[in-house]
């Protein structure tokens, strides 16, 4: 972070501005002078969680996919129907054993063995081949994303939230007045805290893997230079067949969460596939915090523009990505 803000000091204070911004607008009280301009405060509250849950949701697919194509240089773009495959069968799962958390495990297995013969049967034979690879996996997207749609239809699939998690918490954040005139706090549910503080656990849990760990270490290495890797006795092969796996698995499981928070419905493939696309190009490829920054940045794009500006909420996050492009091209936190 230190040689980010040493390398572009302007964008540094102008985001540390934009956050300071945001975070007084959250916590301080608001009066009736800034309401009647922006609109009630809960209203903004609301699209900034939902922004920074959303960010978290598409955390967990872009950081799956920013260590296949940002550390492995393996170009999958069927990664949006792993999520959406994902999401299926968790829904499945839990509609037959009722349990929300066995679907997580069930589905990040399944779908990380599929990555295995993905990486197998598709990657090991193009390495270094892009165009092959883009090719390939975009044929294999339409091949599941058609499975999919004759196994389940077109309609929308929400998996239920497990009873612990069912109902609203109250958030120490100031929301409005009652009707008493007292101090109204804000209340949110309940499930989506709790995808908030998984996705950061997990998240640090990444780097802390890749950066302070021998498996890390030996990604890192393999990704540098595979060949003196090989040649010092490491199986790199099975390396990234290990990571393949996990990225495919974290996929999976974001298909959960994504089914939990909103719904799983044919079409949801493309739209995670270009969301993970664009977080990792304004986050920066192979970057596990870029990765996080970006999510949060298009999530909140995307719910504020939704609520002020419905007519222009897809542009914003598209404006950010060409900023990024236009004075960043290796994203904000990309080598």
């Known amino acids: 972070m230190n040689h980010f803000v040493q390398r572009i000091p302007v964008w ?35 699209a900034v969680f ?33 999520y959406l495959l994902g999401g299926y069968l968790g829904y499945e799962v839990a509609e037959i054993t009722g349990s929300w958390l066995g679907a997580f495990i069930v589905v990040f297995i399944a779908i990380g063995l599929l990555g ?19 090719l390939v ?26 009873d612990f998690l069912s109902g609203p918490v109250t958030l120490p954040l100031i929301a409005g ?7 109204a706090y804000l209340t949110y549910p309940a499930v989506r805290i ?25 990604i890192r290495a393999g990704v540098d230079d595979r060949d003196m890797l090989a040649a010092s006795g490491v199986r790199v092969q099975l390396v990234f067949v290990v990571v393949f796996a996990f990225g495919a698995g974290l996929a999976g499981v974001a298909g959960i969460v994504g089914g939990t928070f909103q719904s799983v419905a044919a079409g949801e493939d493309m739209r995670f596939l270009l969301a993970s696309l664009v977080v990792v190009i304004v986050g920066g490829m192979g970057s596990i915090l870029g990765a996080a920054l970006g999510a949060v940045l298009i999530g909140l794009a995307e ?28 994203g904000l936190l990309g080598r």
């Open 12 to 46: 540094t204070v102008v985001a540390a501005i934009a956050a300071g911004v945001i975070l007084w607008l959250v916590v301080a009280p608001w009066a009736e002078g800034l309401e009647a301009v922006v609109g009630r405060k809960r209203v903004f509250l609301n």
């Open 50 to 82: 939902n922004g920074i849950i959303l960010g978290a949701l598409y955390f967990l697919v872009a950081s799956g996919f920013t260590l296949i194509f940002g550390l492995m240089k393996n170009v999958n773009l069927a990664h949006g129907s792993l």
């Open 116 to 134: 295995i013969v993905l990486q197998y049967v598709v990657f090991r034979r193009m390495e270094g081949e892009d165009l092959r690879q883009t």
């Open 137 to 162: 996996t975009i044929g294999i997207s339409i091949v599941l994303a058609d499975i999919m749609l004759w196994i389940w239809g077109s309609q929308s699939y929400q998996i239920l939230t497990p």
């Open 177 to 183: 007045t009652n009707r008493e005139g007292g101090i």
């Open 194 to 218: 709790a995808i908030l503080v998984a996705s950061i656990a997990l998240g640090v849990l990444m780097w802390l893997a890749l950066n302070r760990t021998r498996i890390g270490m030996l």
């Open 303 to 330: 719910q504020l523009g939704s609520v002020y500006a419905p007519t222009y909420s897809v542009v914003f996050t598209f404006l950010i990505m060409a900023l990024v492009l236009a004075f960043r091209p290796q």
